[in-house]
């Protein structure tokens, strides 16, 4: 099992930022895909960005270029800092975990953002 330490989200307005932070524990294989999905009212979830142990990172299309993930070095902990929000950005984000050899995949309990003036 994979356990998660989710921090940052809330309410902000069009055009601001947030960041979040997931610290991963628990079963955490050598080789892992670490990052954020998320999930607005009466959509499916969906993948916001992620990075691999090794630092390899991976965006949607919607928000390449405000978004940027980052790892530590040492420990299984990635942080998302989200420019440029936009109303479309309003969901709850849920820390990401995906175990390379098994393929089994982990989720956080999830934190709001709502960008809205």
């Known amino acids: 099992q994979v356990q998660f330490v989710e921090s940052g989200g809330g309410l902000v307005q069009p055009g601001g930022s947030l960041r979040l932070s997931c610290a991963a524990s628990g079963s955490i294989s050598s080789v892992y895909i670490l990052g954020w999905h998320r999930q607005a009212p009466g959509k499916q979830r969906e993948l916001v960005a992620t990075?691999?142990?090794?630092?390899?990172?991976n965006y949607a299309d919607a928000v390449k270029g405000r978004f940027t993930i980052s790892k530590d070095r040492a420990k299984s902990t990635a942080d998302l800092q989200m420019n440029l929000l936009k109303s479309d950005d309003t969901a709850v984000y849920f820390c990401?975990?995906?175990?390379?050899?098994?393929?089994?995949?982990?989720w956080g309990q999830g934190t709001q953002v709502t960008v809205s003036s």
């Open positions: 990401y975990f995906r175990n390379h050899y098994t393929g089994r995949e982990f």
């Open positions: 990075i691999s142990q090794g630092g390899l990172a």
